[in-house]
C-alpha cells in the first residue's frame, strides 16, 4: 500500500493477512471499558461523505478516536459543493489544512483513484459507486474468520444486486485470493456475466437454491435502486425470487452464516426472521467494522 487505501484490487494476498492480523489484534479492544489508544495521537483525520451512510462513516469516526487521532466528518450536504465549487476544489481545500488522510465516499466509481493522482494526502476509499469497498471486504472477512479457522476453501453466497455493489467486488477481490469458492447470484440484469472472469473459483447462477446449497456463508446484498437507471427487473417479485427465508438456511451448511453489509431491507431480500436468525452476523459485521478500520487507518497514518 503505497499511501492511502483506494480497493482491495490493489492489494496482495500478504497485504490483506497484514490488515486481518492487526484487525483481528484490535478486536478484543472494542469489548473494554476504555478503548482509547494514543497511537494516532496528534493526526487528524477528516470523513469526506458525499453519499448517504450510517456504518461505515460512524464507524470511521470512531476507529479514528479510538486510535487518538482528531476527527472531523463532513457530508456533501452542508458543504461548498452545494455552491457550486468542484470535487477537486474541495479536495484541494480540505488538503491546504494538512489533514493526515482523508476517508472518502464517493458516487462517481474512480473518484477517490483520480484524486489521489495529484493530492499528497492519503486517500482512503469508503466506497466509490458501484466500484469498492475496500474496508467492508476487510471486516467481512474478519467476521467469517471468527467463525471458521481460515478462508480457504470456504463456499461463499453473495446475492443479490450483484452488478451495482461495490461490496460484492470487493469481497470478489479479497476472498477469490484466498481460493474461496465463490458462487454469485441475482436475477440476469444484476448479475454482470464478465465477474466470472474476475479470478478463478467463481461461477454464477440466477438460482437462489442452488448458490447456498453447501454454502459456509451466505452474503446478501441490498437491492441498490438508487443507481439503477436503466436496470429493470421484476422488483415486486424479488423477494419470491431472491429474498433469502429459512428454507433456503436448510439447503446450506448447518453451520453456516448469514451476513449482509447493512442497510436491510426486511421483506425485500432478507426475510425479517433471517435477519434475526441466531446465525445472522449482521451486528458482528458492524462491530468489526471498527477493528478493520483501526487497521487501516494505523497502516496509513502511523507508518
Ligand atoms: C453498502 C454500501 O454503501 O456500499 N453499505 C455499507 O457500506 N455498509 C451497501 C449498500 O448500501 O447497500
Not at 166 to 182: K, Q, Y
Not at 272 to 285: C, G, H, M, T, W
Request: some cysteine; aromatic content about 6%; glycine content about 6%.
Amino acid at each position: 500500500m503505497a499511501s492511502g487505501l483506494l480497493g482491495i484490487e490493489e492489494l496482495s494476498r500478504e497485504q490483506i493477512e497484514a490488515l486481518l492480523a492487526r484487525g483481528r489484534y484490535y478486536q478484543p479492544m472494542q469489548a473494554q471499558s476504555v478503548k482509547k489508544l494514543d497511537t494516532l495521537r496528534g493526526k487528524t483525520i477528516v470523513n469526506l461523505f458525499f453519499e448517504a451512510s450510517t456504518r461505515t462513516r460512524t464507524s470511521f469516526e470512531i476507529a479514528a478516536k479510538r486510535l487518538g487521532a482528531d476527527t472531523i466528518s463532513i457530508s456533501a450536504m452542508g458543504s461548498s459543493l452545494s455552491k457550486g465549487e468542484s470535487l477537486v476544489d474541495t479536495l484541494n481545500t480540505l488538503d491546504a489544512m494538512r489533514p493526515d488522510a482523508i476517508v472518502m465516499r464517493h458516487s462517481a466509481s474512480g473518484a477517490p483513484h483520480f484524486l489521489a493522482r495529484f493530492l499528497p494526502t492519503p486517500i482512503i476509499n469508503a466506497g466509490d459507486g458501484t466500484h469498492e469497498h475496500p474496508t467492508q471486504a476487510l471486516l467481512d472477512a474478519l467476521t467469517i474468520l471468527d467463525y471458521r479457522p481460515s478462508l480457504e476453501g470456504l463456499r461463499v453466497a453473495i446475492i443479490g444486486d450483484i452488478a451495482h455493489s461495490r461490496v460484492a467486488r470487493s469481497n470478489i477481490h479479497l476472498l477469490s485470493r484466498f481460493g474461496v469458492d465463490l458462487v454469485l447470484c441475482g436475477p440476469a440484469p444484476l448479475l454482470p456475466p464478465e465477474l466470472q472472469y474476475l479470478a478463478p473459483g467463481i461461477t454464477l447462477t440466477t438460482n437462489i437454491e442452488e448458490a447456498v446449497t453447501g454454502a459456509d456463508v451466505v452474503m446478501m446484498l441490498r437491492v441498490q435502486l438508487e443507481r439503477q437507471h436503466e436496470t429493470s427487473f421484476p422488483k415486486n417479485e424479488y423477494f419470491q425470487f431472491y429474498g433469502l427465508r429459512l428454507e433456503h438456511l436448510r439447503l446450506a451448511r448447518p453451520d453456516a452464516i448469514v451476513m449482509h453489509p447493512g442497510p436491510i431491507n426486511r421483506g425485500r431480500e432478507i426475510a425479517s426472521e433471517v435477519a434475526d436468525f441466531p446465525r445472522s452476523v449482521i451486528l458482528n459485521q458492524v462491530e468489526n467494522g471498527v477493528a478493520a478500520r483501526m487497521a487501516v487507518l494505523e497502516q496509513v497514518v502511523a507508518h
